[in-house]
């Protein structure tokens, strides 16, 4: 089990955790103070609160398309089973505003395509400001072939200002046929040093509490996928291109996307 919370990670806002559920098992989750996403990653689930029980279909493996899912406010208890097992995802963050329980289907999960040639990916935009509505959570899935980077041009999601605004970030990462991929996390400031290059594995989690970071890159024949999980003090991207390397993305308009994506369509 894969468990990341504010206390663990050392900020205010993100967590994850990650669990496998045994054919016919059930897991029980308290929200208290949090928000979070039941995100299948393989199998499908029944989550039940005291005032609903949802469906969740799911999918056979990560790369198989966008699946459905349920969203959990605050101070919320939901059983969680699973007739045939699986492996699900609850990305969570620090929340204020109490909403209502809801499904998300994966029907209406916006599929996205960016990037061109080799910085060709796909994004699944499963709860960001402009299609899911939470009080802090962000979440979206990207999904990136052998040999192509994503994340990239590299970019950061805060603002050097006086109040540090910042989007604490979780990279959950998944990759095919037992394979790695690496990823770059930087960033420079009188207190803010961070200079990362890790290779990564199906299972790793990787932090980022502020600064620069990018590529994610997929060796050829090992796609990769990563689970995004991102929070702050407001719901908003705070997105910056790294401005030695933002030039990239004008190269794009002459090349074509990828044609191995989108990777549900080919499976």
């Given at each position: 089990m894969t468990a990341v919370s504010p206390e663990t990670a050392g900020w205010q806002f993100s967590g994850l955790d990650v669990v496998t559920l045994a054919a016919g098992a059930s897991y029980q989750v308290q929200t208290e103070q949090d928000e979070c996403l039941v995100l299948p990653l393989t199998g499908g689930y029944i989550v039940s609160t005291s005032d609903v029980s949802m469906e969740l279909a799911g999918r056979r493996d990560v790369f198989?398309?966008?699946t459905d899912f349920a969203y959990l406010p605050t101070e919320t208890?939901?059983?969680i089973e699973s007739v045939n097992g699986g492996r699900f995802a609850l990305p969570s963050s620090r929340a204020e505003r109490h909403l209502t329980v809801r499904y998300g289907p994966g029907a209406s999960v916006p599929v996205e395509l960016r990037g061109a040639g080799r910085a060709s990916r796909e994004v699944h935009n499963l709860c960001t400001p402009e299609t899911f509505d939470a009080d802090r959570l962000m979440v979206v899935e990207v999904l990136t072939p052998g040999g192509n980077w994503s994340?990239?041009?590299?970019?950061?999601?805060?603002?050097?200002?006086?109040d540090e605004r910042a989007l604490e970030e979780i990279y959950y990462f998944e990759i095919a046929r037992n394979g790695i991929g690496y990823q770059r996390v930087y960033s420079s400031g009188a207190d803010r040093e961070i200079d990362v290059f890790a290779e990564v594995r199906t299972g790793d989690v990787v932090l980022i509490p502020h600064g620069y970071h990018g590529p994610s890159m997929a060796p050829p024949g090992y796609d990769m996928y990563y689970l995004?999980?991102?929070?702050?003090?407001?719901?908003?991207w705070l997105f910056t291109d790294d401005p030695a390397h933002g030039w990239i993305r004008d190269t794009w308009a002459a090349e074509q996307v990828d044609p191995r994506l989108p990777f549900g369509a080919q499976r």
């Open positions: 198989s398309g966008p208890s939901a059983r994340s990239y041009p590299p970019h950061k999601h805060d603002e050097h200002t006086t995004n999980v991102m929070a702050g003090d407001q719901r908003e």
